[in-house]
């Protein structure tokens, strides 16, 4: 592509989704990734918004978002899967989460309203393998999952097809904005664009005009085992583990949460932990075969909000960053936000709450 209306720095699930839509709208957008460690090739692919508040917190913008996204998704994973030629594995058939012990249903409780409680007779009778120690749970309708690496190898065929272009491989060493803007590679190449968006995840690289704290790492390990004949039919959260089987044979178990650790090293004991609970819930998956282990680390902020939207002082610059846990969920509305600002310039309401302003603003960072 030798002129790109709007060049995307980052080929992460946000970037990649960014790109897609933009190119399906008729503008010529191209992403640049570094083919560097991405979150999303980490992550379990939950689409799970409704029991994110009571475990993780996030104000009403983020839930109002988080459901609009999990909405678009319904509409667009058949059209991913189509445009881009791979089975995405989307599965909306719900989540169910499950109490172990009396604490984790208080907690789960708080989401109650949002969800259909179930006895453990009820439980039981959906997820047949569930330890019989199980003691309530909550079925979140609508709810479920992708396989992100998938999606991100579908995304990568669906912005060639609609017009887009990917160049892997390549860094985005710095960004000039004033009356030209362009991206500078780290070999020195200069590619011009109208519009410039960021969406390299948990790293800043000093790109744009945000404090590079704005968005930090949090690691997360997680691992995955073969399915046994006994395993979980659909994505089950428990307070120490959730499991997400999927179509390949894989039940992906996750997942910790590290702050202030930028590596990418697992660690034994944790490992041990997680696929304990996992035991704990589903008793036959004692003994599976582990199949595979990694970490990815989450890129989060300070208030658990998203940075989209225009950079405060720099003209022509668009964030989309900062996703945390849901990257993979929010994927979708934060590039339809993306699409909104690239063709009118200005932020919908629904975005105000994830401006990059407020780190200048109000000292969020
Ligand atoms: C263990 C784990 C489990 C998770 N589970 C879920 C889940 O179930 N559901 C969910 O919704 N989310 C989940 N997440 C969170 C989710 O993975 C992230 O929120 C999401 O992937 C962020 O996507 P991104 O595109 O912003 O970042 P990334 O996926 O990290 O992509 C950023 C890309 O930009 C590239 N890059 C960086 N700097 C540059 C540069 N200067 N130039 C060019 N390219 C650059 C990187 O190499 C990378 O390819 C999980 C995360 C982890 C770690």
Not at 72 to 99: N, Y
Not at 172 to 199: M, T
Not at 227 to 254: E, N
């Amino acid at each position: 592509m030798r002129h790109a209306d709007v060049i995307i720095a980052g080929g992460g699930v946000i970037g990649l989704f960014c790109g897609w839509m933009l190119a399906r709208s008729g503008v010529r957008a191209l992403v640049v990734d570094s083919g560097g460690p991405a979150a999303t090739n980490a992550a379990a692919g939950m689409l799970a918004p409704s029991f994110e508040r009571s475990l993780h917190g996030g104000g009403d913008a983020l839930a109002a978002f988080s459901a609009q996204s999990l909405q678009r998704w319904k509409e667009i994973a058949p059209l991913l899967r189509e445009s881009g030629g791979v089975d995405i594995d989307f599965d909306d058939s719900g989540v169910l989460c499950v109490a172990m012990d009396d604490t984790e249903a208080a907690i789960f409780q708080a989401d109650a309203d949002k969800c259909d409680p179930l006895d453990r007779a009820q439980v039981l009778d959906l997820e047949p393998a569930l330890s019989s120690s199980a003691r309530c749970g909550w079925m979140a309708r609508g709810n479920g999952q992708v396989d992100p690496r998938r999606v991100r190898l579908a995304l990568r065929r669906a912005i060639g097809a609609a017009g887009g272009a990917v160049r892997l491989g390549r860094r985005v060493n710095s960004i000039e904005s004033g009356k030209a803007h362009a991206v500078v590679l780290e070999n020195g190449e200069r590619l011009h664009a109208e519009q410039i968006v960021i969406a390299t995840g948990a790293r800043l690289g000093g790109l744009g005009d945000l404090p590079a704290d704005a968005t930090f790492p949090i690691k997360g390990e997680a691992l995955a085992v073969a399915r046994s004949g006994a395993a979980p039919t659909r994505v089950v959260i428990t307070g120490k583990a959730y499991l997400c089987p999927k179509a390949d044979g894989r039940v992906v178990v996750g997942a910790t949460e590290i702050a202030g650790d930028r590596s990418l090293n697992v660690d034994e004991r944790r490992l041990r932990d997680l696929r304990a609970a996992a035991e704990a819930a589903f008793p036959a998956l004692d003994g599976a075969e582990e199949i595979e282990r990694w970490a990815g680390l989450r890129p989060a902020t300070k208030d658990g909000a998203p940075i989209i939207g225009p950079a405060p002082s720099s003209p022509g610059v668009l964030y989309a960053l900062g996703h945390y846990r849901n990257g993979i969920l929010l994927a979708p509305a934060t590039a339809d936000a993306i699409v909104a600002l690239v063709a009118t310039g200005r932020a919908g309401s629904d975005i105000a709450a994830f401006s990059p302003a407020r780190f200048n603003e109000l000292g969020v960072s």
